[in-house]
T-cell receptor
């Protein structure tokens, strides 16, 4: 079974631009979560989508948004990029994300490394 | 509260054992995960604990005490390839959000 895939893997943008990142979950997984990882803040939760609905949201400004499609693929968008948005953006998928069982482990994709100049 | 604390760095010798501790605040607890992350790569799942006790998976074991808000990851028979960051993450009862500790960088020396 293929793992979580993310595109693109690397991206360079300038301040003020906007960016869209894509994530395809493991086949059969319906929950997709997004995380930002930086050396200073570590791994921080952005949001989670399940059945095309945002189910959880972290403490990030409204410039960060996302959506999920009927095939469970997800995209996240960052508008008006700032230098501090430079980070590794990780997507993780899980089956349903509701039950406390090992089947609800989140599996991470390789990430998209974004550099804002 | 969301604080999850783990040591920043640990060094050990090849073949030895290392224990990485993780403490967290217990409100709304619904499981604790350990992930391994090599530099420049994505985190990979190592273990999951939701009930008290020890879970053993080959050279890796993870322990949980919910009443103490405490977990540890035990790495036995250390190999050079175990040099990586180890992330402790807690899932709360409200949804599927994981809150991560800062990670513990483990350096295995020959």
């Amino acid at each position: 079974k293929a793992g979580v895939t993310q595109t693109p893997r690397y991206l360079i943008k300038t301040r003020g631009q906007q960016v869209t990142l894509s994530c395809s979950p493991i086949s059969g997984h319906r929950s997709v979560s997004w995380y930002q990882q930086t050396p200073g803040q570590g791994l921080q939760f952005l949001f989670e989508y399940f059945s095309e609905t945002q189910r959880n949201k972290g403490n990030f400004p409204g410039r960060f948004s996302g959506r999920q499609f009927s095939n469970s693929r997800s995209e996240m968008n960052v508008s008006t990029l700032e230098l501090g948005d430079s980070a590794l953006y990780l997507c993780a998928s899980s089956l349903r994300g509701r039950d406390s069982s090992s089947s609800e482990t989140q599996y991470f994709g390789p990430g998209t490394r974004l550099l804002v100049l | 509260g969301q604080n999850i604390d783990q040591p920043t760095e640990m060094t050990a010798t090849e073949g030895a054992i290392v224990q990485i501790n993780c403490t967290y605040q217990t409100s709304g607890f619904n499981g604790l995960f350990w992930y391994q992350q090599h530099a420049g790569e994505a985190p990979t799942f190592l273990s999951y604990n939701v009930l008290d006790g020890l879970e053993e998976k080959g050279r890796f074991s993870s322990f949980l005490s919910r009443s103490k808000g405490y977990s540890y990851l035990l790495l036995k028979e250390l190999q050079m390839k175990d040099s990586a960051s180890y992330l402790c993450a807690v899932r709360r009862t409200a949804g599927n959000k994981l809150t991560f500790g800062g990670g513990t960088r483990v350096l295995v020396k020959p």
